[in-house]
């Protein structure tokens, strides 16, 4: 049942010798596609075997499955958006898709603006404490690490640490704070995130709170991942014990740490934007927003941003055509209209050519909005955007202030 | 220097708020002619983009008013100007426009007075704060 634990390792030996943590994910998604629980499944692999280049796969065949095995950290799919266009939001498909929280999470907004049917979906969370640019691990492990990006076979981050191993089987590591500060390391908002366990998907996997490189924490949240879980036991494909109390305290206590540090990423991050005068801020924003070449990435991209007629293209009065940088309404009715729902994927900022800051500005007022709502996005079905809904109590709230 | 006129514009549901301008005027009470009324169906029809259009053309201040909560015409309607207007001045303060530059304010077909006092205190606060960025801006080029 939900709230369940288990440590797994695949059955597979052609699966164990290729995953990184006990093969589980993997196993689980081949056996989700044998037993016909779903037509396809939807994940990341490394295109021509190019670590920093990993792009979403919808696969058919079981046999094929295995070529995703192993976790990629220089890559940043956009796999909800993938999931929405390409696939027609599984309306009539059932796929089982791996998803990190921040993806769980955009799944389960566009859920809420009926755009993915969940209903159809399996979601085999992975938990994540960051991924890191493509290109920028690239320099950062020729000029930081001193190796060849090409002779990288895996990388880890571990108690603040990142670790690569390279194919002679050498491992190298840094203090990822250190990193970070002289600007690589993870991606600016995966350093803020503060959801490492993805919850809100059907399972959790993860390495916290196994003690050797086999195995993989699983965390059942929903019925749905538990009838599967119980499935796949019972077929052979995964071998589970009970985790003990002790493994059980180092996935909360890991996850804390990791929890605290966003926190103090959150902190900075904000404060580089909040400490500036109002005129200041404006000046600092106006400068940004100039150099906007108005090229709707942020707005492809961004998980939030579903309308077919998008009131920022030219014919709609809102934004006048022809004009770059592009009148003030463009940027500030993006914002505004993904604010409230943002979970903090980072996909605007990555796609920007312009390098805006805007992840940074619009998970900042996410933060607060959250606050003020006591909303979290991407975490459950029902609750719906609270600048796009009302409840009946708020009929007897007399003040001009939301206060909930 | 002349002192600063601010511009305000007042979104106002044609309802309540904008029944109550009337009924202002009617009973010949005197507000600021800075205030440039808008007429909308309802305060729910106020959305974002009409108050951030209404600061990029230069408005000093924006007024939004509805019927007091319970007595919206269409239900909830003011109940979502409400939540809109909540959600949106964090980000008028985060980008520099400043939130005090927004306010919300519930005044009903009856309360002529409550639209004088509203727009004299609204005034008072935006003569306070001065021309919006946007003119400042606009002004030195």
Not at chain 1, 256 to 267: D, F, G, T, V
Not at chain 2, 114 to 123: Q, Y
Request: glycine share 8%; proline share 5%.
């Amino acid at each position: 049942m939900k709230g369940d634990m288990y440590i797994a390792r695949s059955s597979d030996k052609e699966i164990l010798e290729k995953a990184e943590y006990g093969g589980a994910v993997t196993s689980l998604l081949k056996f989700a596609l044998e037993s016909g629980r779903v037509d396809a499944v939807l994940a990341i692999k490394a295109r021509d075997g190019n670590r920093y280049d990993g792009v979403p796969v919808l696969i058919t065949e079981p046999e094929e499955v295995i070529e995703t095995a192993g976790a990629l950290h220089c890559a940043s799919p956009n796999i909800s958006r993938f999931l929405k266009e390409y696939l027609d939001g599984a309306s009539d498909l059932k796929v089982a898709v791996t998803v990190k929280p921040c993806d769980a999470k955009a799944i389960i907004e566009l859920t809420k603006r009926i755009q993915i049917n969940l209903d159809n979906l399996l979601l085999i969370g992975l938990n994540c404490t960051g991924t890191l640019s493509p290109t920028k691990a690239k320099t950062m492990i020729k000029t930081e690490f001193e190796a060849d990006p090409a002779d990288v076979v895996a990388e880890d981050i571990e108690d603040n640490k990142l670790t690569i191993r390279l194919k002679d089987g050498t491992e190298k590591e840094k203090d990822l704070t250190e990193l970070e500060e002289r600007g690589y390391g993870r991606r600016e908002n995966c350093r803020r995130c503060e959801t490492n366990i993805p919850i809100m998907a059907d399972i959790a996997c993860g390495k916290w709170g196994t003690t050797d490189k086999n195995k993989t924490f699983i965390e059942v949240c929903s019925e749905k991942g538990s009838d599967f879980i119980k499935e796949a036991i019972e077929a052979g494909k995964i071998k589970v014990e009970q985790p003990s109390s002790d493994a059980i305290e180092t996935v909360r206590k890991k996850d804390e740490a990791a929890i605290e540090l966003a926190r103090q990423w959150q902190e900075k991050d904000f404060a580089s934007l909040t400490e500036m005068s109002g005129d200041e801020r404006f000046n600092y924003w106006s400068t940004q927003f100039s150099r906007c070449i108005k090229c709707y990435g942020c707005r492809d991209a961004c998980p939030i941003c579903y309308c077919k007629d998008c009131v920022l293209e030219a014919d709609r009065g809102f934004v006048p055509p022809g004009e770059v940088p592009p009148d003030t309404m463009f940027p500030m009715v993006r914002i505004t209209h993904v604010m409230d729902s943002c979970v903090n994927c980072g996909q605007c900022q990555d796609v920007c050519p312009m390098e805006l800051p805007l992840s940074r500005l619009i998970f900042m007022l996410n933060r607060e909005l959250a606050g003020i709502f006591k909303y979290e996005p991407g975490m459950d079905v029902s609750e719906l955007p609270p600048l796009r809904t009302v409840t009946d109590q708020e009929l007897s709230l007399s003040s001009v202030e939301v206060a909930l | 220097m002349d002192e600063f006129e601010p511009k305000i514009v007042g979104f106002f549901c044609n309802w309540c708020s904008y029944t109550g301008a009337d009924l202002a005027g009617t009973s010949r009470i005197k507000y600021p002619p800075n205030v440039r009324v808008i007429r909308v169906m309802c305060s729910g029809r106020v959305d974002e983009r009409l108050i951030l259009k209404a600061f990029a053309l230069g408005a000093d201040g924006v007024l939004v008013s509805g019927c007091h909560p319970g007595d919206c015409h269409y239900q909830k309607g003011n109940l979502s100007a409400r939540r809109r207007v909540t959600g949106l001045k964090p980000f008028l303060e985060a980008i520099g426009i400043g939130k005090d530059r927004l306010r919300l304010e519930w005044i009903s077909a009856s309360e002529g007075p409550k639209v004088a006092e509203t727009v004299k205190s609204f005034t008072q606060t935006i003569k306070g704060l001065g021309p919006s960025v946007f003119n400042r801006r606009r002004n030195e080029h």
